[in-house]
C-alpha cells in the first residue's frame, strides 16, 4: 500500500492552523526536524510516529496515508457491529482487541468496540466487560469529530455509558450522566426508572416519570401523523385506518371523562381523519360516525378548553407546576376539524375517487354541523 507520511504531517499540521515552529514546541522538537519530515529527508521513528498519531487524533494508517486505511477501518467497524448483533463474542473478542490496535484513534472502532462490550456485559453480566465498555465509549468521545453519523453523538455516547451504569446497579454514577444531558427532559424516563427502586423516592420517581410519559405520548401522537400521511400519499387506507384506530384508543385512555382534556381536541383531529380513510374506502356509514365523534369532542373540548397537562390520567405533578401543551393551529377543536375537513384532509392533486370522497365528507361535515347549530 502507498504512503505519504511527508504530505500527512503538513497536511494535519496546517489543517490545525500550525506553525511548523508550533508543532515542533507541542512534539518537543526542534523545527528543522518538523521541515526535514515534511520534506521527506528523514522520517520519525516508530515512537515518535505514535506521539505525532495521538497529537493530531488519528490512526498510525492515517497518518501515513495508507490508501486503503479509511476502507478498512470502515469494514472493522461493520464486522465488530455484526459480532455483538450476532452475539458471537468468542470469536469477537480477539477480533475486536486487534482492530483496537491497529486503529488506536478511529472513532468507528472504539465506538463499535465499546458497544460490543456493552452487549456482552448485558448478555453475560460481566463487570469487566461494563468496565471495558465504558472505557472505550469514553475514549470514543475524544475522536467524535471524525464521526458521521448524525444518529451518534456526544448525548447518545453519554447516555450508553450511563445505561451501563444503571444495568451495574451504580446508581450514583447513572443518575449523574442522566442528569448531566438531561436536555429537554430526554433522560426523564429512565431517570425516573431509577428513583422507583429505591425506597423513599417515589415522589421524585414520579415526578420525572410523568414528565417522560407526558413527553413520549406527545411524541407518539407526532409520530403516527406523520406516518399517516405517508400512508394516505400513498393510498395505502386500510394501514392509516389501523394506525389512527390505535392512536384514537390510546387517548381515550388517557383522558379523564369527568374532566377536560387536551387530548380530546386531539382525539377530534383523529376521528376526523378516520372519517376521510372511511370516505376513501366508500365506507360511508363509518365516515357519517367519526364525523359524528369528532364534531362531539371537539364541542366538548370548546366548552370547557383545558392545555394543562394536569387532565391527564396517570400523570402526577410538582406543586404550582404550569406545564401545557398545544398544537400548530391556533383556533377552536370545531374550527380545528372543520379546517382539516375542507382543507387539509384533501391531496391536492388527487385522483377523481379521492376528489369525490373528499366532496362527500365535506357535504357530510357541514350537515353535522348546521344540524348541530339548529338544536
Known sequence: ?????????????????????????????????????????????????????????????????????????AECAKRIRSFYTEERFSDGAVFVETALKKYPHDFRILYRAGLFYMVRFVVEQSKTDGERAVQLLRRSLDFLEQNDDERIGEVSIRREIADIYAMAEKTDLALKEYKGMNHDGINDVRIGAIYAKLQGKEKEALSYLSDGFISVCAEQISCVFGMVNVFLRQSEYGQAHELMEWAHHMLQGLIMKENPSYFRRIDAIILATLASIAAMESRENDMRSFLKKAHREACTFDRMPSYSTKDIRFVSHKENDEATLHDSVPTSAIDAVDVLVRKQLYPEHGSEKEKNAHKKLVQTWKYLSDDMLQR
Open 1 to 73: 500500500m502507498k504512503h505519504s507520511l511527508p504530505e500527512r504531517i503538513r497536511h494535519y499540521r496546517k489543517e490545525r492552523s500550525l506553525t511548523q515552529e508550533a508543532l515542533a514546541e507541542a512534539l518537543r522538537v526542534t523545527v528543522g526536524t518538523i521541515s526535514k519530515w515534511e520534506n521527506g529527508i528523514t522520517e520519525p521513528d516508530i515512537s515518535m510516529l505514535t506521539d505525532i498519531a495521538n497529537f493530531f487524533s488519528v490512526s498510525l494508517d492515517a497518518l501515513c496515508g495508507y490508501q486503503a486505511e479509511a476502507g478498512n477501518a
